[in-house]
DNA sequence: AACACGTGGTG
DNA sequence: TCACCAAGTGT
């Protein structure tokens, strides 16, 4: 399950942690120097305000999160609370984060919280893994940041840290491989209270300075160790990422479905909607999708509303 | 494995 | 301008 590590013996000469020398040590101590004052990080917010915080921060900016996080929190204090809301509650406050399903998710969460763990943020591993919208990453997360574990936290920041500062490639590849979780396992340290440190603070790394561009390897603690720029920062070989064209397509109309819902205090009647867009195919389809993904409620008499069931 | 899934900031 | 990017998950 874990990686045989040692820190209190010689590590083995073809163990991956000796690879470009002690990594940790320099990224905790940047951290603890550096680190963001960020309100999910303070002690006063707890599991539920950690895992609050993950799900926004899928996909979306801190900056846009730190609103909108500020204002669940007050509102829903405990999964509890929210778990008693309707589910379309949940989509309103989301505002415009984006990807209102993890709304919708978060909720979900919250129920099977209040019913299956008491209201208690679980602190298993798989049993945050069971819960709607936690994949691998916030399980790992959640665990790590909320209570203190040992997990291997690889999201997109750590990916592109350990690709450029041990692998010595500009960006990581684009779906995570085997190989990078097998790197990110033998990378974390044996102790837990260090690895949980370590977790966060090659994150915020990742964040703040060894961004995907403009990166600023002069404020980087582990530049005169880092493979890529000892390799003369060599430029990404390889497909480029998919671009994710966005105009024209069903997730445009779904936003705009939706951004009139969320502003709507009653149902919507068809017409209003029916102004979004002006292809019927592709709006029809739009709107399908909403409901069958339990983002839109339909009502008798072609009315709409965000899911109050 | 490849895609769908929102939104807004940035160079 | 427009392509890329931002603490992923589910199918």
């Not at 599991?47 to 007050?74: C, H, I, K």
């Not at 102004?275 to 709006?283: G, I, T």
């Amino acid at each position: 399950m874990t990686a045989p590590t040692h820190t209190t013996s010689a590590p083995t000469p073809t163990t991956p942690v000796t690879v470009g020398g002690d990594l940790h040590g320099p990224v905790i101590d940047w951290f603890d120097a550096h680190a963001r004052d960020l309100p999910w990080r303070r002690p006063e917010a707890g599991p539920w305000g950690v895992m609050v915080s993950e799900f926004m921060l899928q996909q979306t900016p801190v900056n846009r999160v730190l609103p909108v996080y500020e204002q669940w929190l007050a509102r829903w204090p405990r999964p509890a609370d929210l778990a008693k809301e309707a589910p379309g509650e949940a989509v309103r406050a989301w505002g415009r984060l984006g990807y209102p399903r993890r709304a919708l998710r978060l909720h979900g969460a919250a129920v099977a919280i209040t019913e299956r763990h008491g209201g208690d943020v679980p602190t298993e591993h798989p049993q945050l893994l069971a819960l709607p919208g936690i994949g691998e990453y916030t399980a790992a997360a959640v665990a790590s940041f909320a209570y203190g574990q040992r997990h291997a936290v690889l999201d997109t920041n750590v990916r592109r840290v350990l690709a450029r500062a041990v692998t010595g490639t500009q960006y990581p590849p684009n779906a995570t491989t085997a190989a990078e979780r097998r790197l990110a396992r033998a990378l974390l340290p044996e102790d837990e209270r260090t690895a949980s440190r370590w977790a966060a603070a090659s994150m915020e790394l990742g964040a703040l300075v060894c961004t995907a561009k403009n990166e600023t390897c002069h404020r980087c603690p582990i530049t005169a160790q880092c493979a890529w720029r000892l390799a003369g920062k060599p430029a990404h070989e390889g497909p480029a990422r998919r671009g994710q064209t966005y105009a024209g397509t069903d997730r445009q109309v779904r936003g705009k479905l939706l951004a009139v819902l969320r502003d709507a205090v009653a149902p919507v009647p068809q017409a209003v909607l029916d102004r979004v867009w002006d292809e019927p195919v592709q709006r029809a389809r739009a709107l399908d999708g909403l409901v069958s993904d339990g983002l839109v409620e339909p009502l008798p008499g072609g009315l709409y509303r965000l899911p109050m069931t």
